[in-house]
């Protein structure tokens, strides 16, 4: 069993950085493929980033590709997002998730690159929020 906890979320103006690390306080992410999602006001969650154990291989949803970064560091046990140029519209509740697989899942010719059904395991979630 994997439990997941976020943190680094915060306030943070337009055009601003910030950086979120999910980690476990039971279990192993060192196997396994983590992704991130995010849940702005009013809306569904959605999935924007995974990586995968090995290699590692990263994937990216439109939305945040060339702004946001995803990494690990296995001997910290620990998967971070590096966020870049942040927008207002990234404001939002982020979640970090775990497969039970070592490669991301994710998806060709549908709205969404990510589905929260291939997540086994979920963090309670860190607020971002982007304002001047």
């Known amino acids: 069993q994997v439990q997941l906890v976020e943190s680094g979320g915060g306030l943070v103006q337009p055009g601003g950085s910030l950086r979120l690390s999910c980690t476990t306080s039971?279990?192993?992410?060192?196997?396994?493929?983590v992704g991130w999602f995010r849940q702005a006001p009013g809306k569904e969650r959605e999935g924007i980033t995974c990586i995968s154990s090995s290699e590692p291989t990263t994937y990216y949803t439109k939305s945040v590709k060339g702004r946001f970064t995803i990494s690990r560091d296995n001997a910290k046990n620990t998967v971070y997002l590096q966020m870049s140029s942040l927008k207002p519209e990234d404001t939002g509740i982020y979640f970090c998730?775990?497969?039970?697989?070592?490669?991301?899942?994710?998806?060709?010719?549908?709205?969404?690159?990510?589905?929260?059904?291939?997540?086994?395991?979920w963090g309670q979630g860190t607020q971002v929020t982007v304002s001047s």
């Open positions: 039971r279990g192993t992410l060192g196997n396994i493929a």
């Open positions: 998730a775990a497969e039970h697989s070592p490669r991301c899942t994710w998806y060709t010719g549908y709205s969404y690159l990510f589905r929260e059904s291939d997540y086994d395991y």
